[in-house]
Structure formats: C-alpha cells, structure tokens
C-alpha cells in the first residue's frame, strides 16, 4: 500500500481537495469493511451499498488491494436472478504490526495480522523508572525477535504504550507517576530512531481502550476501561470514540482525590484513588481496594453517563472476583439512589477481554485501526496524520455520485 493510500493530512471533506488524501480515506472504509466481514467475504456491490461509493470506484479499490496483496476471493455467492457475485476478503496475514506495552517492570511485543490477531508474543523484564537506555535497547532487541518472525510480509509500525501522562500527538511524555525524569524525552521518536519502523505512542489504557473498541459497532455506546497493575488509569470510548481530550490528558482517572487526608500518592497529591488501591493490595486487603476502584467507577459513571465498565490489569486479573463484586456493588448502589431500577438500571461491569495482553494488542491496533477507517494518532517517521472517522461521508474518487457513509460493521 502506498504512502498516498495511508496519508489523510490536509482531507477538508470538500469535493476536489486533496486528492490523494480522499483515495485514502475510501480505501480505508472498504479495507474496514472488508476486515468487519472476516472470512465469509463480503460483495462488491454490499461495498458499495455501505460505503456510498459507486460500483466503479469499488472496483478500482478493490482490484488495487488484490494487486497489492490485502484482498483476495472468496468464493461466489449463490444467485438471486443475476451473475453470481463474487466474494472478497481480507488477506489477514499481507502485513503485520507490533504492539509493545512497556509497562514499569515487564515489557510485552505483540506481533499482530490485520485482523488483529497475534501470530507471536514476546515478554522480558524492563525497568522502566530506569530510563530511556535500558527502555529502548529492551524494545529493540524484542521487536527484532518478532520481526524475524514476520518471515516475509511487511510490518506496518510500531504501536507503543506506557504509563502516562503524555502528549501522543508529538510523542513526548510527561512526569510519569514514580519516574519523573521521563518529562519532556521524545519517547516515540527515538523508538522510531532506534527501530527503524515508524511509531505511535499513547497510554497504555487509550490503547487497551482502543483495542477493546473494535469489538463493537460504532453506534454500541460508550464504556470506561480501568486498568489496575503497577499503577491505576482509565481509557475512556465515548460515542464509539476513543476519548483522550484537547489537552491528551483524559483518562487519568487513578488521580482523583477521594479522602483529603489519605496516604501520599507518587503523584505528589494526598488520597489518590491510586495510592488508596495499591496500598490496601500491598497490604492484602482486597475488599478495601475493590471499594476503592468502586468509588472512582462510580465516580465515572455518575460524570460521564457511560454504557459499561470493564476491568482489566495484572491486579484485577490475579483477583477478578473481589474486584468484579466490588465495583458491581458500588454501581448497584449509584443505580438505586439515582432510582435505576427500570430500563436503565446499573451499569454492567465485566473483565475486560484480552487478559494480560489487553494492553499489547491495544498498542497494535494503534498502527492498525487507521488503516480500517478509524482514527488514529500519527506514525512517528510514516506518512503522517492518517486517521479518519469512520463516520464521516465517503469522499470523492473518481465518482459522480453523492457520498454515503461509512459503517463499522455489515448489517
């Protein structure tokens, strides 16, 4: 795929503009359909009819995938009256993209298909207050274990997830709770350097968000994320979109003051969620900590109207039921006292699907999920900002005809 495929810098939605830029953009709606119908394949003319371009233009999308290896036949389906029609699908295995969570002791490389699945997974131990050095040289060795692996087929990019905050439209991290003298280090930048791929970065919990959103259609609602591990954060999907807000610091839902006197938190702060969690599990305290993550959820709910909660993090992991039943419970009680006890009810919480690798694959469908027609941060040393909302009208190309819109899934 060309770089002019990838790129949508400069796309206004106006007729004309950009030309290249709005092949883009249609190419990723087909690409996203094609990867939504999975192995049954998915017609031409059903391409069409979802994304609002003409069958011409289809053709001219879909013979390009083929020649470059991202699309294939699958088979005719039966007649209704007229030439059989024939089916394509994606080529999960044309291209790959790795996804590293670094998280504060232990580093995790994905190497990911197209359509999200891991082909291989890497594990080391990684200090990651250490600094950069020790961080990169780490990232490196394991992405050129997972890339011989690769055995032929191109790798996209690199997905990257830490701990935050941080700045992912420039790839630069703040003061990360416990290792403040990350603030200000280009991080996505010199792993790209050091790589020789080109690189996303963003939270380690934007990134499981992320990942975990591409389960559901567009339209399923909203849903927060809390992950608990070595520390305590929140990616949040607000409207079928990831949420990290104008500043790109949503999400830093571990930092919020619940007891004004508490225990001091590796933010600097008093009575952090975080600190009151980490300290109640260091002291094996399980229920205390669940009524801690229970209180911030509920928190969340009441703020943000969200459709879901799920859980994720080694801690939860290692304990799903304590922390299930606390949250539930806290949510129960938020319902009750709003009187939700009709259609609305409480929010439903569940583990998060992915388990220990929620993270790692989230980061892979940082290079992978623009490329389908969602939006996405820019490749450090790639073509550029190149996401797009699924939502917004197919663009001209070659066509007369209005635009349509997009669909995350077939109906």
């Keep these: 795929m060309s770089s002019n495929d990838l790129s949508f810098a400069g796309f206004s939605g106006s007729p004309g503009a950009n030309l290249p830029a709005l092949r883009g953009h249609n190419t990723a709606l087909v690409l996203g359909l ?68 670094l998280d504060r002791d232990e580093l995790t490389a994905v190497l990911s298909d197209l359509a999200g699945e891991a082909v291989a997974v890497r594990r080391a131990p990684l200090a990651f207050e250490a600094g950069a050095e020790q961080v990169l040289a780490t990232a490196a060795r394991e992405v050129t274990a997972l890339r ?27 003061r990360v709770t416990g290792a403040p003298h990350w603030d200000g280090f280009p991080l996505r930048d010199a792993l790209a350097a050091r790589l020789g791929l080109p690189v996303v970065l963003d939270k380690d919990t934007n990134a499981a968000a992320l990942g975990l959103a591409q389960d559901l259609p567009r339209a399923a609602g909203s849903f927060g994320y809390l992950h608990l591990g070595t520390g305590l954060g929140a990616g949040l999907v607000l409207g ?54 229970g209180v911030g959820a509920a928190n969340l709910v009441e703020l943000l109207d969200i459709d879901r909660v799920l859980l994720g993090g080694r801690t939860v992991l290692d304990h799903p039921e304590p922390f299930l039943d606390g949250v539930t419970e806290a949510l129960t009680d938020l319902a009750r006292s709003r009187g939700g006890t009709g259609a609305g009810g409480a929010v439903p919480v569940a583990l998060a699907r992915g388990g220990a690798r929620a993270v790692a694959d989230g980061a892979a469908e940082l290079v992978l999920a623009p490329l389908f027609g969602a939006r996405g941060p820019a490749l450090a040393g790639g073509p550029g900002a190149y996401g797009q909302d699924p939502g917004t009208p197919a663009a001209a190309e070659d066509q007369p005809s209005s635009p349509g819109r997009g669909q995350r899934r077939l109906t």
């Design 148 to 174: 011989a692996r690769a055995d032929g087929p191109p790798v996209l990019g690199v997905g990257a997830a830490c701990p935050g905050p941080l700045d992912h439209t420039t790839g630069v991290l703040h």
């Design 240 to 293: 079928g979109s990831l949420y990290r807000g104008p500043r790109t610091g949503a999400g830093e839902f571990g930092h919020q003051t619940v007891q004004w006197d508490g225990p001091r938190c590796g933010c600097g702060r008093r009575g952090c969620i975080e600190a009151l969690c980490l300290a109640a599990v260091a002291r094996g305290d399980l229920r205390a900590a669940a009524r801690a993550l």
């Design 34 to 101: 094609l990867r939504a119908a999975g192995e049954e394949g998915v017609s031409r003319l059903e391409l069409a009819a979802h994304t609002g371009l003409t069958p011409q233009a289809v053709s001219k999308i879909t013979a390009r995938l083929r020649a470059e290896g991202l699309a294939a036949e699958a088979g005719r389906r039966a007649s209704t009256g007229g030439k059989p029609a024939t089916v394509l699908r994606l080529v999960p295995g044309a291209r790959y993209a790795v996804g590293l969570h």
